[in-house]
């Protein structure tokens, strides 16, 4: 079965690469700055064949090139979790303020966040008019929640307590918002008097 990417692999891999060295580049800027680095850690990938294959199919798209690349935007995906709030929006400046991209949707779930209490900044962009990459910008208390949630809510099927599971899931979320919130202001003061 010939690659649903067909001869566009590498043109990914150079976009993941350059999105990446963004955030690196940033990192160091901000770590000179500050003498803090600003993020925890920054994973990218390229879709899996299997994965955006099953994403067309859900999607009802065929299982093209053409639907690989210009109907679905998440064939180059980054994660960036930082440390603080401020520093995901600097990172999301950053990457916004790129030569040759367009940010085509932002989803700001930090401010707004989901009924559930999923926390999150996401960010599709594209990348010389030609390739989609999907962003998506977190805290650590962020990225926590989001994993542990997915983890116990898809992994296993619930048994009845549906609604008082997700009044937890949102109560832990609230909670770590607020640390999230306190930790941001503890870090102001500290670079104030600095």
């Given amino acids: 079965m010939e690659s649903i990417y067909a001869d566009r692999l590498p043109a990914l891999k150079a976009v993941l690469d350059r999105l990446l060295d963004r955030v690196e580049q940033v990192r160091r800027e901000l770590r ?57 929006y600097r990172i ?29 900044y996401h960010m599709v962009l594209l990348v010389d008019e030609q390739i989609y990459a999907e962003i998506q910008l977190r805290t650590i208390s962020q990225d926590t929640w989001a994993a542990l949630e997915h983890h116990m809510r898809y992994k296993k099927t619930l048994n009845g307590n549906t609604a008082l599971i997700a009044q937890e899931l949102k109560r832990c979320a609230d909670e770590l918002a607020s640390t999230d919130v306190s930790m941001q202001t503890i870090r102001d003061m500290i670079m104030g008097q600095s």
């Avoid at 990938?45 to 690989?68: D, F, H, N, Y």
């Avoid at 979790?81 to 520093?87: E, L, N, Y």
């Avoid at 991209?101 to 999923?118: C, L, M, Q, S």
């Fill in 32 to 88: 000179s700055a500050t003498g803090m680095d600003p993020v925890e850690h920054c994973l990218g990938r390229i879709k899996s064949e299997e994965s955006m294959r099953e994403k067309c199919r859900r999607k009802g798209l065929p299982e093209t090139t053409e639907s690989a690349l210009t109907q679905i935007h998440d064939a180059v995906g980054i994660r960036v979790v930082t440390s603080f709030i401020d520093d995901v």
């Fill in 92 to 120: 999301r400046d950053a990457l916004a303020g790129m030569e040759g991209i367009r940010v085509v949707e932002e989803k700001d779930y930090i401010r707004h966040a989901k009924p559930n209490g999923y926390r999150s």
